[in-house]
Nanobody
């Protein structure tokens, strides 16, 4: 059974930083495109960032220059370093694993709250 387990969420003040982790029980982790999505209350889930098997990255405009996605294939773990956090970054953050659209998995989510 595939599991994606997020960790690292919490409460942080505006301007602060958090590092999210996603540990994956995927046999071919290195072959998956991994991604972070988020869903704020009353809003649709949106893409935050993705990283491909060849380490190409994409970021949504609102996080460019503040967030960094990375992966460690040996540890089967993906990360999201979030700096200069803003209240509008408050959301549940979800880990996603996608293998060519054929196999798609989601984590259970981790809450990030940015508030003073």
């Amino acid at each position: 059974q595939v599991q994606l387990v997020e960790s690292g969420g919490g409460l942080v003040q505006p301007g602060g930083s958090l590092r999210l982790s996603c540990a994956a029980s995927l046999n071919m982790f290195a072959s998956y495109t991994m991604g972070w999505y988020r869903q704020a209350p009353g809003k649709q889930r949106e893409l935050v960032a993705t990283i491909t098997a060849t380490v190409n990255t994409i970021y949504t405009d609102s996080v460019k220059g503040r967030f960094t996605i990375s992966r460690d294939n040996a540890k089967k773990t993906m990360y999201l370093q979030m700096n200069s956090l803003k209240p509008e970054d408050t959301a549940v953050y979800y880990c996603n694993a996608n293998w060519g659209g054929i196999a798609v998995y989601w984590g259970q989510g981790t809450q990030v709250t940015v508030s003073s």
